[in-house]
Nanobody, 126 residues
């Protein structure tokens, strides 16, 4: 069982930055691919970024490419999402998710992730 806890959300002006953190329980964090997803108000959940268990591979949604960066510190059992040049359309509840790397490869499909955090609100004002 993996438990995920996000932190770092908040209110920021357009053009600003935030860094989200997601800390996992357990001793095999390096065996899990991690993903960040978001759900804007009134919309469906969407993929944001993913990183492989080792941290060596990453993938981004086109809407955040060049502005967001995902990273993973396996010693601290933590995955980060650095968000720069934020836009009002980035406003959403952001959640991290984990999937065992032995089950699937790096994926953008939320249905393949087994473990989810509770989410953290990010609000970008114009």
């Amino acid at each position: 069982q993996v438990q995920l806890v996000e932190s770092g959300g908040g209110l920021v002006q357009a053009g600003g930055s935030l860094r989200l953190s997601c800390t996992a329980s357990g001793r095999t964090f390096s065996s899990y691919h991690m993903g960040w997803f978001r759900q804007p108000p009134g919309k469906e959940r969407e993929f944001v970024a993913a990183i492989s268990g080792s941290g060596g591979s990453t993938f981004y949604a086109d809407s955040v490419k060049g502005r967001f960066a995902i990273s993973k510190d396996n010693r601290k059992n933590t995955v980060y999402l650095q968000m720069n040049s934020l836009k009002p359309e980035d406003t959403a509840v952001y959640s991290c998710a984990a999937v065992w790397s032995g089950k699937v490869g790096l994926t953008t499909n939320p249905n393949l992730y087994n473990y989810w955090g509770q989410g953290t609100q990010v609000t970008v004002s114009s």
